[in-house]
């Protein structure tokens, strides 16, 4: 992931001097180049600072950020481009090592007649900040469903718009679209005095991009389509990894429970993948002290307490299956085991990374993923005992998110259904995909960036999207049936040969792994109560 740190302050004011903090978890997003550039917009002074996760473009030379030009042009550039207008549509783009998509996005924008149109019509994950020398115009933004993280702070005259927050600003979430603000040195001038600063317009977008037509025939074929556009959804997030040739280091890993979600996405990837190279499963396990108490009580033995976690359970017997269909790949299953000490140690940092967001679930699933993203563990033998120490290399990792929001895969589907049938459940399911951009995607992204690691999700994809949304509702899960939850999913992973998995019930990350309700008092808090302290 690449990080974005951007200040507008009056050109009188002190130079910005950026928070240590703040600026090193901008540098930990982007371990391989880091840089900045100051300029001068009417009566403002703009300061933009970037770091790189390099992965697209000539291997061993990282596109150096910000993008800076003569005419005075400056991009902050944190996503990937899977498609887009003019040179973005090309499939030369989605050759890993041929061109870098950041590059190419500030040559389009800069000569596009709409920066709109152009913003509007990219597909993939990013957030940036862009400034349009030409019209003094400042824009910055998130991709229509938030994937990547992008927080603003408003405060005597100055903007500080970032990937992450510093600690006690006070900072909101970025919503996802496009914002822009005309920074004209005719604006400056009327101002009166110099907290005021130019007014911004908002340019929503649509969770599901408009512009995608599904054939019918798709529609009435839907497992054959579904795996259709998934392997794509899949194929381009793989191809667009450098790998290493020669070494057996692994350019991927996936976040790795053993449900249905996750399981499709790694056998997926294997469909794509070259043959040599291995594909990390990245599964964590919490030292739960609640849980271990309860046992102690009702006088049961302590044995392995990771091996007790139910995602440690489902994640090895997922892992055996994976082995079975897919026999000629490495699987290296990454046993991610966490003492209780280590979430003392780490909490404080996990609170500032997941900032805006503040409440009991937030903090037990970012645990879960700031562990599992370090991809520090053990290797793991079949028996499910440590085999030896391992840190995973994988610059990407996939996520199974979104599989639940479209697929019918939580309880209060189930509720929902109950209640008033149909009609009810597809009122849920509409919420649940109108709020996937303001819920967890930029938590997410916050914390596992941190490790110098980005998360792809194929179920987020928008053609993938489009065709889920074009589905009649009875085509993706049959709630009235034991297992109907994610039917759609289940018969594809079935297909696919991974029986077991296909018949995993859901369960959240955070009591799969029991990284929730770790201490003694906090068996009856809610997960959306708010965290009394940061
Ligand atoms: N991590 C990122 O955001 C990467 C930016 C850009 N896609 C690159 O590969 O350089």
């Not at 992008?150 to 005259?157: A, F, H, P, S, Y």
């Not at 290493?244 to 996750?262: E, I, K, M, N, T």
Request: with cysteine; proline share 5%.
């Amino acid at each position: 992931m690449c990080g974005i740190l951007f200040h507008l302050q009056n050109n009188e004011d002190a130079a910005f001097k950026p928070n240590k903090q703040q600026l090193v978890r901008i540098k930990n997003r982007g371990p391989d180049s880091f840089g900045s550039h100051t300029c001068l917009a009417g009566s403002f002074r703009l300061n933009f600072y970037s770091s790189v996760l390099h992965l697209r473009g000539p291997f061993n030379h990282p596109t150096a950020q910000p993008h800076i030009d003569p005419e005075g042009n400056v991009l902050c550039w944190n996503g990937e481009i899977w498609n887009g207008p003019g040179e973005l549509k090309s499939q030369k783009l989605l050759q890993c090592c041929s061109q870098n998509d950041g590059t190419i996005l500030f040559n389009v924008l800069k000569r596009s007649s709409s920066i709109e149109d152009t913003l509007s019509s990219l597909q993939g994950p990013f957030a940036f900040v862009f400034y349009h020398a030409k019209t003094q115009t400042l824009y910055w933004g998130r991709d229509r469903l938030g994937m990547r993280s992008l927080v603003i702070k408003r405060e005597n005259g100055s903007l500080t718009i970032a990937s992450v927050a510093e600690e006690g600003g006070e900072y909101v979430n970025v919503e996802p679209g496009f914002h822009s603000c005309k920074l004209s040195s005719a604006t400056a001038s009327v101002m009166p005095q110099s907290s005021a600063l130019p007014p911004t317009d908002y340019h929503p977008l649509p969770v599901i991009d408009p512009s995608i037509l599904i054939p019918n025939d798709d529609v009435s074929n839907p497992v054959e389509a579904f795996h259709r556009y998934l392997l794509e959804a899949v194929r381009i997030r793989v191809q667009t990894i450098p790998l290493v040739s020669s070494s057996s280091s692994c350019p991927v890993a996936v976040l790795y429970s053993g449900g249905v979600d996750c399981t499709v996405l790694a056998r997926l990837i294997h469909s794509v993948l070259d043959d040599r190279a291995p594909i990390d499963l990245l599964n964590v396990a919490f030292e739960n002290p609640r849980m271990l108490n309860a046992r102690k009580q009702k006088g049961e033995k302590d044995n392995d307490i990771y091996q007790l976690c139910p995602d440690r359970v489902t994640g090895l017997q997922g892992w055996r299956e994976l082995q079975r269909c897919c026999p000629n790949r490495t699987w290296n299953f990454v046993s991610i085991d966490v003492p209780y000490s280590q979430v003392t140690e780490h909490r404080q940092t996990v609170l500032d990374l997941m900032f805006p967001n503040a409440t009991v679930m937030d903090l037990s699933i970012a645990l879960a993923f700031y562990f599992a993203s370090t991809g520090c563990g053990y290797l793991t033998n079949i028996d499910g005992s440590r085999q030896q120490p391992y840190v995973s290399s994988a610059k990407v990792l996939f996520s199974g998110l979104g599989a639940d929001e479209q697929l019918g895969g939580y309880s209060r589907h189930l509720r929902a259904f109950q209640r008033g049938g149909l009609l009810e459940l597809e009122k849920e399911l509409r919420l649940d995909i109108t709020r996937i951009p303001t819920r967890n995607l930029g938590r997410d992204d916050r914390v596992i960036s941190n490790q110098g690691k980005e998360v792809r999700y194929a179920f987020l994809d928008a053609n993938v999207m489009a065709f889920l949304q074009a589905l009649p509702t009875l085509h993706k899960m049959q709630l009235q049936e034991q297992g109907g939850d994610k039917l759609l999913l289940r018969k594809l992973c079935h297909l696919l040969g991974c029986e077991l998995a296909s018949k995993e019930k859901k369960r959240a990350i955070q009591f799969g792994s029991k990284s929730a309700k770790m201490e003694s008092n906090t068996g009856r808090v809610l997960g959306h109560e708010k965290l009394s302290s940061r």
